[in-house]
């Protein structure tokens, strides 16, 4: 079976510009999450997303933004990128959006802003 | 605010020994205690889930152990090896996401 994948696996842009991550869960897990990761730091929690509907945001701006499609798979968007916006990007997903399974990560996408 | 520390930063020891990597949690209100394996430039790689309701998790060479009362978790690995360097991750699940801490960067030297 196929785990999560995310696309791109690394993508640089220049500071202004917008950006959209993908993210596509296991099989069945209808519930996506996604996590930023800055050099150094664990993982912070940016969104969750259970049957289409937001049902979790974390402590970032409004230029940050994503949805889920009826197949479950999601976006992650930002825009007016900033330097601080370079991190690797993880996508997670999971069975049910109240954890109690356990969350499966995907391989991330690397974003670089020049 | 749930805040999650792990204790040591970065930890270097020969192979073959036992090894003890901690984690602790300011909120005891967790439904679960998910341990995480991330190599270099890599996403992460689930080893253990402990729920709320249980004690520990055995998954061959790895042993996960939890105490919501005190707020601390424990991974132990058992017979250390060089494949094991990594950097190990905990995270305190609550509501709907996932509350990670910094990490231990584990060497194993041959």
């Known amino acids: 079976d196929a785990g999560v994948t995310q696309s791109p696996t690394h993508l640089i842009k220049t500071r202004g510009q917008q950006v959209t991550l993908r993210c596509s869960p296991i099989s069945g897990h209808k519930s996506v999450s996604w996590y930023q990761q800055v050099l150094g730091q664990g993982p912070q929690f940016i969104f969750q997303?259970?049957?289409?509907?937001?049902?979790g945001r974390g402590n970032f701006p409004d230029r940050f933004s994503a949805r889920q499609f009826p197949n479950y798979s999601s976006e992650l968007n930002v825009n007016a990128l900033l330097l601080g916006d370079s991190a690797l990007y993880l996508c997670a997903s999971s069975l049910d959006w109240a954890i109690n399974y356990g969350y499966t990560f995907g391989s991330g996408t690397r974003l670089t802003v020049v | 605010k749930q805040e999650v520390t792990q204790i040591p930063a970065a930890l270097s020891v020969p192979e073959g020994e036992n090894l003890v990597l901690n984690c602790s949690f300011t909120?005891?209100?967790?439904?679960?205690l998910q341990w995480f394996r991330q190599d270099p430039g890599k996403g992460l790689t689930s080893l253990l889930l402990?729920?709320?309701?249980?004690r520990e998790q055995t998954s061959g060479r790895l042993n996960a152990s939890l105490d919501k009362s005190s707020g601390r978790s424990t991974l132990y690995i058992a017979a250390s090896q060089p494949g094991d360097s990594a950097t190990y991750l905990c995270?305190?699940?609550?509501?709907?996401?996932?509350?990670f801490g910094t990490g231990t960067r584990l060497q194993v030297t041959l």
């Open positions: 995270a305190g699940g609550t509501a709907s996401k996932l509350t």
């Open positions: 997303y259970y049957e289409k509907e937001e049902r």
């Open positions: 402990i729920q709320s309701s249980q």
């Open positions: 909120d005891s209100a967790i439904y679960n």
